[in-house]
């Protein structure tokens, strides 16, 4: 399984972004798609996970201003960012839980000026 992370870049503090995460390889049976990200000098974090079913999770700080999506064929991912903060300024990964197997992408930068 091989992800694809992509749609970072530099925004002003209130502006939006979208990333994207490709899933390619042997995808047969996905679990769950997700997001993480790693700020400056923290550990990586959880930002967002959707389930086959669509039930989403996501963290505290994102809540409302965030979402998760994918398309029909589970082959893409979605992160919708909106309000974005200073504080989210890291990298993110998109992840990828299939039969109970985790999978890290790549990250993309995103850098929120203030």
């Known amino acids: 399984v091989h992800l694809q992370a992509s749609g970072g870049g530099l925004v002003q503090a209130g502006g939006s972004l979208r990333l994207s995460c490709a899933a390619s390889?042997?995808?047969?049976?996905?679990?769950?798609m997700g997001w993480y990200r790693q700020r400056p000098g923290k550990q990586r974090e959880l930002v967002a996970t959707?389930?086959?079913?669509?039930?989403?999770t996501y963290a505290d700080s994102v809540k409302g201003r965030f979402t998760i999506s994918r398309d029909s064929a589970e082959t893409m991912s979605y992160l919708h960012m909106n309000i974005l903060k200073p504080e989210d300024t890291a990298v993110y990964y998109c992840?990828?839980?299939?039969?109970?197997?985790?999978?890290w992408g790549q990250g993309t930068q995103v850098t929120v000026s203030s």
């Open positions: 992840t990828l839980t299939q039969r109970r197997i985790f999978y």
């Open positions: 959707i389930t086959t079913s669509g039930i989403t």
């Open positions: 390889g042997s995808i047969a049976s996905i679990d769950e």
